[in-house]
């Protein structure tokens, strides 16, 4: 099957520092592949490669079996984004920066489609209609999340999409994730938490200093080690 | 394109929502509508006035009784300027050069402002036109709400959320250009409306529409530079300071720049220094009040040779009136030269300041102005050498009276005996020889060929700076 997402020896720069170096991994549909790594490991610049927002230094990105810098309006247009903080419009409500976004992607921007989507990440009806600014963080990373469900896109690219969200928010997000993931689409998720991405993902990849330092796969049964993925992350060994 | 339209819409929407932009949106129509307003009353009612004292100079020197025709040569007509109706936009060279001139034999006196009003540093509004609000504030109501359109995004980090979309860095730069355009759109209805009441007053619509489209260009011109620098400077401070540093080098700075480097390609020599070698050459052209001068000994012995006498007092003409007639026609040829030459110089200087529209769209906009409202340098010279037509013409038909209905005796005699004065006099249906003067704007076709130059000008900014803005934009990050 062909890889809908796949870095090949991908390296990047940005301010002339070497952020990603060498990588190379693939997501498949269906699949939900979490790239974990802390703080400048280059997680998020993956990402923005994916979108053609930065530019390779070497290496290959494909987005659908085709190269991005060959066709970027063809990649983004396949492409959900949650960016990590959220970034919408605090002058808008809910409705407004759904309807702004989608309009821009193409896609249908009707209000029942957005009041469902503001359904499943729980976002109160009566905070839909005011605006951005009056709203937490939480409430933002769900309209948000809304966003990128409302592409309706076979790709999703989220960065660090439970920055915000309560704990309660944060298990059905993954849940969402992992309904998303089963209807085919494929998702590459950065993060810094282990327990999330191990509760999630079908695959981890651990990133440090912009190298792809190890990976893990989820089991037959089950999910993938938390504690073995902690250690690695943490760069010690399992006891 | 219903892309562009969204984004272009988003801005709007922003500025609808936001305190400080229809703050200052209102602070630029408050001084639109008031200027616009105060132009429109002012230069209504000096057109007004300036035709009926036009009338009124005109009913005065014809009404006037039998007299010497001498002491109607001096005893002389205004004219005047009426303003054309688009002045009411921009009173372009109105306010500094004068708008009536006090006609009368053997000399040719200077412009003299027809009003008190009319002169420029009254203060307030006053000095404040339409044409100035749209050259120098509209430009800073665009910077203070579009300076943000890219960089607002950046700061906020939307940019990348927006490219996401699938949307194109090229789109998003047309967008917000169509969302500035839009709103200098919106701030040319004023204009567009000063311009209809110039139709109504009789100006070609096609010329009064060009001015709005001068100016449409002129706002266009900002929007896009706004935008581009949006684009591609880091952050808002800079942006600003940016846009700000322009707008003083396009307003303020490069007009400066642009007469002081006119007066010194084109030095003027001074109007004293003029006025004193201009009285030299008359007087060595002799005195036409006295017959006796040797200056006209030629042309004595001219006539006399022509009607075969032996003295003045045998012609059958007046001597003292032909003196008159041939010594007008040397004066004038004398000051039309030193008028020409001024009036060559003045365009010089005129062109040499327009040539600096390359470096300042503001300065293109207003040559662009001047002409298509019809108060540019070269109307008012049109307007000297209109009203020194009528003045020779008047001055000389007088003469020609002079010569032809008064008896030479009569004329020497006048003083000495009321009987001679009396029929020294002539009657005032000879005052007919004065024209109606009744100053008429440039034609259109006229109007377009004077400002095709920085038309085309305004028509290079802009498209320099959207291709540029494309460039830019071609492949923006966040």
New interface residues.
Partial sequence: MTAALEAINLSVERSKQTVLKDVTFGVAPGEVYALLGGNGAGKSTAL?TF????TPKSGTIRVQGRSVSDD??AA??V???L?E?A??????SAH?NLA???????AATDRAALDRALDRVALQPEARDKRLGSYSKGMRQKVAIALALL?DTPIL?LDEPTSGLDPIAIDEFNTLVRSLADDDRAILMVTHDVYGACQVADRIGLLRKGELVGGFDRPAEGRIDTEAVHAAFAGRAVA | MSTIFTIAAAEWRLWMRSRSALAALLAVVLIIAATSVLTAVRFTEEREERTHQQEVAEETFLSQPARHPHRMVHYGHYVFRTPPPLAIIDPGVDTVTGQSIFLEGHRQNTAMFADTRASANVGGFQSLSPAAVYQILIPLLLIALGHGVFVREREARTLAPLLAQGVSGVTLYVGKALALAGLSAALLTPLLIMSLIGVTSGEAIGVSLAVVVAYGAFMLVWSALIVLVSAVVGTRGVVLGTLVFIWLAWSLVTPRLAVASASAAAPSPGKLETDYQLLADLRELGDGHNAGDPAFDALRANLLAEYDVDSVEELPINFRGAVAQASEADLTKVMNEYAERRMALEVRQSRHVNGFGWLSPVLAVSAASRHLAGVDLETHHRFLREAEAVRFDFIEGLNKSHTQELSYTDDINRNQSPEASRRARISPENWTVLDAFRFQPATSNQRFGAAAAPISMLAVWLTSLVVAGVFATGRLKP
Avoid: I, N
């Avoid at chain 1, 970034?87 to 808008?92: A, D, F, G, R, S």
């Fill in positions: 923005l979108l053609g927002l930065l970027l309006t983004r247009r492409t959900a984004y960016p903080a970034t919408l419009y605090e002058h808008l407004e702004y976004f989608l309009s821009l992607a193409k592409r690219l």
